[in-house]
């Protein structure tokens, strides 16, 4: 098996330590590509290609382990091998102490055991860089665990006569969450409430404001409090969680009545839901998008009231879902064609969700860029 090249950067301000080194290298044949460094300045501009240090402990611009310090404090430090004389042995040990791999004393070092020690440290330096990897992968895959909890909970409907269905999707298959949420409540005498929203951006931040956001919407809802200041409430909310000024918040909020005939939806700079009658898109009612929360502290959200034949569908969905790619054209995919997508499917069946999911990313070429989040509520009379 081919022996792996490592890359070493020796810090040396001695010629003739710096001779004897290589001359050590050279006698054990040793698969390495050798740079050198006169000082610890220096050697932190080479340090992002090095591999391996071997650290003179005394240089013109650094005494001590502070030049050791000073390459560990670095981003992501390679593996460092610390250089002293006879006399520093005791400073070879506090070096090991204070994060170097090991210690080497001069004069006391053959082609060999030099070779060894680089291999050991590097190797030990990957191991460890593995463990740290290996770690973080999986503290955040248990943060997006509890952030999907918060994002995308289950909902609070036990209705027959109301059936549900929820997609969730990170864009470009990301590990953490973005900022899309959803939730749906029922009050008791069988009313639905149901809310989407997008918190702009990605990132923890953004989803741990979605779920702060998602939390207050069922908080208000169950508390009976009407649609108007419930998103007055978020945007307050909104503004007093959020790390950054610039952040805000798209939602679209929908009531469905206790008999299912009539609805009122609320769009927060949201697209608007789609209708679906006898397997159509139906026109809703023109109205103003609205702004989104945290934009204007002292806008007043309109609501549209629309009438539910039997059989009828809704469905809300975030921004990810219509701003795909389309093959051979510069716009995104957009409603319009959603809806052409959504006409050709539901006359093949009520399980037509999937499809145009599917359909969606196939004309994008491959993975969404945003989240997406996608609700659809159907009357089952």
């Known amino acids: 098996m081919r022996t792996k090249t490592v890359r070493v950067l020796l810090v040396e301000d001695d010629e003739g330590d710096a001779l004897l080194v290589e001359a050590l290298l050279d006698e054990a044949r040793a698969p390495v590509i050798l740079t050198r460094a006169r000082t610890l300045q220096e050697a932190e501009t080479l340090l992002a290609e090095a591999e391996c240090v071997l650290l003179d402990l005394g240089l013109p611009d650094a005494t001590g382990l502070d030049g050791l310090r000073r390459l560990l404090d670095r981003p992501s ?3 460092i091998l610390v250089l002293t004389g006879v006399t520093d042995e005791r400073q070879g040990i506090d070096a090991v102490t204070a994060g170097a791999e090991d210690y080497l004393v001069k004069g006391q070092v053959d082609g060999e055991l030099l070779l060894r020690s680089i291999r050991y440290a590097y190797e030990r330096r990957r191991a460890e860089e593995a463990q740290r990897q290996l770690r973080e992968a999986k503290l955040l895959a248990a943060e997006k665990t ?3 909890r918060g994002l995308l909970p289950p909902p609070l409907l036990q209705h027959a006569d109301l059936g549900l269905a929820v997609r969730y999707q990170p864009g470009g298959m990301r590990l953490l969450l973005g900022g899309d949420f959803y939730d749906v409540v029922a009050d008791d005498d069988g009313t639905v409430h149901v809310v989407i929203g997008d918190v702009c951006g990605h990132g923890p931040d953004e989803a741990a404001l979605g779920v702060a956001l998602r939390i207050a919407w069922r908080a208000l809802v169950l508390s009976g409090q009407p649609a108007e200041k419930v998103l007055r ?3 307050e909310v909104l503004v007093a969680e959020r790390h950054a000024e610039s952040l805000f918040t798209t939602a679209c909020m929908v009531t469905i009545s206790a008999d299912r005939r009539k609805a009122r939806y609320f769009l927060a700079g949201h697209p608007e839901p789609l209708l679906i009658v006898d397997q159509r898109v139906v026109d809703l009612p023109k109205t103003r998008i609205g702004v989104p929360l945290g934009v204007l502290p002292d806008y007043e959200w309109q609501g549209v009231d629309i009438d539910l034949p039997p059989g009828w569908s809704l469905l809300c969905y975030t921004d990810g879902l219509i701003e795909g790619r ?14 052409d997508i959504v006409n050709r499917l539901v006359p093949d069946g009520p399980d037509w969700l999937d499809p145009l999911i599917a359909e969606v990313k196939d004309l994008n070429g491959g993975e969404l860029d945003d989240d997406m989040a996608v609700l659809l509520l159907r009357d089952r009379p």
Request: net charge negative; glycine share 4%.
């Open 77 to 79: 430090p390679p593996a």
């Open 146 to 148: 509890r952030l999907e």
């Open 233 to 235: 409430t978020l945007h």
């Open 326 to 339: 389309v093959p051979d054209d510069t716009e995104r995919l957009g409603v319009e064609r959603l809806c």
